[in-house]
């Protein structure tokens, strides 16, 4: 390969990016339980990660990163961890009483939607690898640093695009309406998945 498949990369990242996960559903359920400003706000935290990890494949630390399995571990253990967090969270909130009253703090939870975007994506070790991957299959080992750099602009936009849509499409009023008469069973697959995720990954091993 002597050229950069972008038609690969595009492709690949949107399928990747786009399919439920921690960050998708996290993003979906603040702005259906807080809205669109809280839900934008995760959004740009779980884009700054993606941001991160992107630049770090695309730089090489994700093969060094790939080659200290410890590095890995600690951060499989923060994400498993941080993930039973928000299982525990969600399950909270379903069986409470309380209903969609927004903070009254708004700038600090704003903030605390940002750095929990940020921590569900940086605690990701998947996300890591995704990416590595994505670098491999797509970039030539000759790619200059600008082309690289345009590569990381590129999967930054597919991530813009759906993270933020996603917060867009889900705080919307009939997402909302929905949500309150659901409230229960909607935070208690949100606690469940959380929960599921969070399983797998502590009974799981990373490929090396």
Do not use: D
């Amino acid at each position: 390969m002597e050229e950069i498949n972008y038609l690969l990369i595009v492709v690949s990242a949107f399928a990747a990016i786009a399919s439920p996960g921690p960050a998708t559903l996290a993003i979906a359920g603040t702005s259906m339980s807080h809205g669109r400003f809280f839900g934008l706000s995760l959004a740009a935290g779980v884009l700054t990660g993606s941001l991160i990890w992107s630049t770090a494949a695309a730089f090489g630390l994700a093969a060094v990163l790939h080659t200290n399995v410890w590095v890995f571990e600690i951060l499989k253990y923060c994400g498993a961890l941080y993930l039973l967090y928000l299982a525990f969270k969600s399950l909270r909130s379903a069986f409470s009483s309380t209903q969609l009253n927004l903070p009254k703090n708004k700038a600090v939870t704003l903030k605390e939607n940002y750095f929990k975007g940020l921590l569900i994506h940086l605690t990701n070790p998947k996300a890591i690898l995704f990416f590595g991957s994505l670098y491999s299959i797509g970039v030539p080992a000759t790619a200059q640093p600008i082309e690289l750099i345009s590569i990381i602009l590129v999967v930054g936009t597919v991530s813009l695009t759906i993270f933020l849509g996603y917060a867009v499409l889900f705080s919307n009023s009939v997402a909302r309406k929905v949500y309150l008469k659901s409230k229960v069973v909607f935070e208690s697959v949100f606690a469940l998945f959380f929960g599921a995720v969070a399983f797998k990954l502590l009974t799981s091993e990373i490929a090396k």
